[in-house]
């Protein structure tokens, strides 16, 4: 069974921290995703990689960046971080794209900013 | 710019009852997912639908693909309470590796 796993389940930090999320997944896929949900906007791409220290912007990319120096790791990082980015941060992964293979997704981490 | 549509965003129904949960999208696609996601917990895959005219069946649940009308639907027979939950359904470009998900429509099912 795959497993994605979320380093914390709950998150809380001050403005202006730098917050580092990490995602771990153990089927060696090579894509892997982060997403932020928020209630009645579902969920909104952040970042993707498609291959190690290979990056793409999602939709909503301003004020994070990522890291994938090994393929199984993936992760999200907040420069400074705001009160805007308050909110439930989703990480999954899946197969290359030919192998027509759906999402697989971590527990969340729910991060707050105060 | 690939969009992706969910309506309703929020439905209540009665047991044993049938609806449609509806999922446009903008861009050309051949691949669509349906995922539930259950409160306080994660995603759960439920279809992948991988081209025109796909269907899909689970249970009660029943899902299909009109890649022509860029539209796929989720089709709910005979609700029972257990189905309660947020469904999303999630579009892939046909170039390029990005998901992008509707907004989900909340499920609620009464006894």
């Known amino acids: 069974d795959v497993k994605v796993t979320q380093s914390s389940r709950y998150l809380v930090k001050r403005t202006g921290e730098k917050v580092f999320l990490e995602c771990v997944q153990d089927?060696?896929?090579?894509?892997m995703f982060w997403y932020r949900q928020d209630p009645g906007l579902g969920l909104r791409l952040i970042y993707f990689?498609?291959?190690?220290?290979?990056?793409e912007k999602g939709d909503i990319p301003e004020g994070y960046s990522v890291s994938r120096e090994k393929k199984e790791r993936f992760s999200l990082i907040l420069e400074s971080a705001s009160t805007n980015q308050t909110s439930m941060y989703l990480c999954?992964?899946?197969?290359?794209?030919?192998?027509?293979?759906?999402?697989?997704f971590g527990n969340g981490t729910r991060l707050t900013v105060t | 710019e690939l969009k992706v549509e969910q309506n309703p965003l929020f439905l209540s129904m009665q047991e044993g009852k049938n609806y449609t949960i509806y999922c446009n999208y903008s861009?050309?696609?051949?691949?669509l997912y349906w995922y539930r996601q259950d409160p306080g917990k994660s995603l759960e895959s439920l279809f992948v639908?991988?081209?025109?005219?796909a269907v899909k069946q689970e249970g009660r649940l029943m899902a299909s693909l009109d890649t022509k009308a860029r539209l796929s639907t989720l089709h709910i027979t005979a609700a029972v309470h257990d189905l309660s939950a947020t469904y999303f359904c999630?579009?892939?470009?046909?170039?390029?590796?990005?998901?992008?998900f509707g907004k989900g429509t909340r499920l609620h099912i009464l006894p």
């Open positions: 861009t050309t696609s051949d691949r």
């Open positions: 639908l991988l081209s025109n005219g």
């Open positions: 999954a992964s899946s197969r290359f794209r030919e192998s027509r293979s759906p999402l697989h």
């Open positions: 089927m060696d896929h090579e894509n």
């Open positions: 999630a579009v892939e470009e046909l170039l390029g590796d990005k998901i992008i």
């Open positions: 990689s498609y291959d190690v220290k290979m990056k």
